[in-house]
């Protein structure tokens, strides 16, 4: 019995995988400017600043930055104050001055070259596990999950995940399933679907579900419970005060 209940889920996974690749083929965005490149610093660029801020508003930042720092040696020579400049208006500064220790150590500490193993990116200044997964899968082809907000609510949502993906129990499952759906062949195509499908079908508010390639197999849609997955933070309870009178009265 246990063995067909892992079957059918690596079966559900697999489906997963093929479907996301497949719809990414077909209806996933293709012409973004960090698309169509090999150039790690060009994707590392794009995903730093895609932390928190929509595409709209990356893509002239994005280009203005390339034009003054065409690569990772001329921004780790700039001065900070020049990449700040180049920042000002994006928001979430820490991630520029990151970016500048990020690029001096990849010149100091890995002669100008981006690591190609996850552990070595992640441990530079500004990269998390999910943004190095990101980055080494669109330039060298590695299957490494990514598991970003958009990301954890597809998984919640698709797989009926409950609780709250903020708690280390919750984050450790969306963890594993993230590495467990991982395809063979095409994680650019895979890892590009999951950010699509994120960004365009299953948003936060008003999921696309009538569009989605896994409308068939959505726990979340199947159950109508797109609106309560994923699990928003649980309420820290309202501390009680009790207080106690003595009285000497006998009674
Ligand atoms: S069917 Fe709806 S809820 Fe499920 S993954 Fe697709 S868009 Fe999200």
């Known amino acids: 019995m246990k063995r067909i209940v892992v079957s059918a889920i690596a079966q559900q996974e697999s489906a997963f995988s093929e479907r996301l690749i497949d719809w990414q083929k077909q209806h996933g965005r293709h012409q973004l400017p960090w698309q169509q490149t090999r150039d790690a610093y060009r994707i590392w660029l794009s995903e730093i600043m895609l932390q928190q801020t929509q595409v709209t508003t990356v893509i ?11 690569d990772v040696r001329a921004l780790a020579a700039a001065p900070v104050d020049q990449v700040m400049s180049q920042w000002a208006g994006l928001g979430y500064y820490t991630r520029a001055r990151n970016l500048h220790r990020c690029a001096q150590a990849i010149v100091q500490q890995h002669g100008g070259v981006f690591p190609v193993d996850v552990e070595s990116l992640a ?8 943004t190095a997964a990101a980055i080494t899968a669109f330039a060298y082809g590695t299957r490494a999950a990514i598991l970003d907000g ?11 995940i409950e609780g ?3 708690q280390p129990a919750v984050e450790r499952q969306l963890w594993q ?28 508010t008003r999921p696309r579900c009538e569009t989605c390639p896994m409308q ?9 419970r797109t609106s309560e997955l994923p699990m928003r933070r649980p309420k820290k309870a309202t501390p009680e005060k009790r207080s106690y009178c003595w009285s000497n009265d006998r009674r």
């Open 177 to 204: 399933l993230a590495a467990s759906l991982l395809p063979e062949q095409d994680i650019e195509a895979y890892t590009q679907g999951l950010m699509d499908l994120g960004a365009t079908l299953c948003t936060r």
């Open 216 to 224: 068939a197999r959505c726990i979340a849609h199947e159950t109508n």
């Open 60 to 70: 002239p930042y994005y280009h203005r930055f390339l034009q003054q720092f065409p």
């Open 164 to 166: 709250f993906p903020g």
């Open 150 to 160: 958009n990301v954890k609510r597809v998984l919640c949502r698709a797989f009926g």
């Open 123 to 130: 441990a530079l200044p500004g990269i998390g596990l999910s």
